[in-house]
């Protein structure tokens, strides 16, 4: 059970803290390998999930966080799948025949922390999830210290980690990326979309209406031209809700499509604003 409820107050704190997420410029590389990696991998995800309604990007970033994803290692905790689990969680799963198959392993690892009864996989609700997966320990001992396990490689974390069970060092640096970040980067390049209550949309025809904003357009479209004017158009479209963009400063498709999408016109010099008026 639960030690921290998921309250308004911290769906809102998940909402504001994923919103301005920034992932550092030294580990975007990284973060795009992980995301590549797991989106290569959806189908086998999905279907892991079908059953019990879990979304399969949980269950990818899970498996990043974990056992570094591998499919020859315990979901629970990335111990060898040649046998149960030594750590905690130890002797999982119950009913074993090694060397069993990983997609049985990750249904009792999933279904041991009762997540086939989730409902709630808007986007605060996955993160209190995947907080809750590896413990609220620092929201509970260590209040300046946001949880690695959500948002290392970001703007939100610099240092203080748990060594060991119970074993906190402030200033130990967790050398992996954060399970938030993956799911921002994925956000960012269109995998996965949340709407403006933040619950996930089914496919792109799915678009949330977001209330147009007055927002200049002092940006002219480029794929391949940064500026910082750009960076600053990218991240006022970033605190729209539904919205997420890599801050790169390069006002390519994806940004003038958000600025569409609150706008109702595409950048300038988008060639798709010549299209559509000449089919008008």
Not at 135 to 162: E, I, M
Not at 231 to 244: V, Y
Request: proline letters at 6%.
């Amino acid at each position: 059970m639960a030690v921290v409820e998921l309250t308004p107050a911290l769906r809102a704190e998940y909402l504001q803290l994923f919103d301005s997420c920034d992932i550092r410029p030294d580990k975007q590389a990284a973060v795009d390998t992980l995301v590549a990696q797991i989106a290569s991998n959806r189908a086998r995800y999905e279907r892991a999930g079908s059953g019990a309604g879990i979304p399969w990007y949980f269950i990818g970033t899970i498996h990043s966080m974990e056992a570094s994803l591998s499919f020859t290692k315990h979901l629970h905790n990335g111990d060898p799948l040649t046998a149960r689990t030594v750590q905690v969680p130890a002797g999982r799963p119950l009913v074993w025949n090694p060397p069993n198959d990983w997609e049985s392993s990750c249904e009792d690892a999933l279904m041991q922390r009762n997540l086939e009864k989730v409902t709630d996989w808007s986007l605060a609700g996955t993160l209190y999830q995947l907080e809750g997966y590896n413990g609220f320990g620092y929201r509970r001992f260590h209040h300046d210290v946001r949880s690695p396990y959500l948002w290392s490689y970001s703007n939100h974390y610099t240092t203080g980690k748990y060594v060991a069970d119970g074993t906190f060092d402030p200033d130990a640096v967790s050398k992996q990326c954060g399970s938030a970040v993956i799911l921002r980067r994925m956000a960012e390049s269109g995998l996965i979309q949340f709407n403006q209550s933040g619950d996930p949309l089914v496919s792109a025809d799915e678009e949330a209406e977001v209330a147009a904003a007055p927002l200049d357009p002092l940006v002219t479209y480029s794929e391949t031209e940064a500026s910082d004017a750009a960076r600053k158009l990218q991240r006022a479209l970033n605190s729209m809700p539904g919205i997420f963009l890599l801050v790169d400063g390069v006002p390519g498709r994806r940004t003038s499509d958000a600025f569409r999408k609150v706008t109702g016109n595409f950048l300038q010099g988008d060639p798709r604003s010549a299209s559509a008026a000449a089919g008008s």
